[in-house]
């Protein structure tokens, strides 16, 4: 984990869990460390982010609530717009626009990017920015999906605060049909 990701998730109510169950001499070296601005994404976490076909989103409300929703499209519907910058179009969908409010009174997310077939992840933290595509037209026209008929509503840009790759442990396999279809490198 790195330093920024601690400084983040971190907390002292942590530090007493980890106190409690025992691993709190093992995550102690992070505690002195200082806290770097935002990380770049490198070129692993970019193509990483570049392949998935979804991830989830976390939001917080003004109630304290967290709010877990998936968003899913064609691989490459993330787009990494810069070291610091992820960013994808939003469409209509079931109107309840939850996620959309939670970031207008707290613009925190977490993003959960999983790879089931090759057991990893990536969590990132990051600071919701909604635009409106009417607002930033060219913006809108970056981030549509080439093919998908539906309309961008908005932008939705996740400025990077940190990341981590995590424990790939207890990850069950799980495969798209496009990834049972490939042949896979091994059996050649």
């Known amino acids: 984990m790195s330093s920024r990701y601690a400084s983040i998730a971190v907390t002292d109510s942590v530090r007493d869990a980890q106190t409690r169950y025992g691993s709190r001499s093992a995550n102690a070296r992070r505690d002195d460390v200082p806290t770097p ?3 770049p994404l490198t070129e692993m976490e970019q193509a990483y982010i570049a392949a998935r076909d979804g991830f989830y989103l ?3 409300s003004e109630t304290g609530w967290p ?3 998936f968003r899913g499209g064609p691989r490459g519907f993330l787009r990494v717009l810069d070291e610091h910058t992820l960013g994808w ?3 209509r969908g079931n109107r309840q626009y939850i996620s959309m409010g939670n970031a207008t ?3 925190r997310a977490a993003l959960f990017l999983m790879d089931y077939a090759n057991q990893l992840r990536l969590k990132l933290f990051g600071r919701l920015e909604i635009i409106d595509a009417g607002d930033r037209p060219a913006l809108a026209e970056e981030l549509a999906v080439p093919g998908y008929r539906a309309k961008v509503e908005r932008a939705v840009l996740v400025h990077v605060e940190a990341f981590n790759w995590n424990c ?3 990850i069950t396999p799980r495969y798209t049909l496009e990834e049972l279809r490939q042949p896979r490198a091994d059996s050649a």
């Open 37 to 39: 601005e935002p990380e």
């Open 58 to 60: 976390g939001t917080v």
């Open 67 to 69: 709010y877990i929703q």
């Open 89 to 91: 179009a939003d469409f």
């Open 105 to 107: 009174a707290n613009d």
């Open 168 to 170: 790939h442990q207890h």
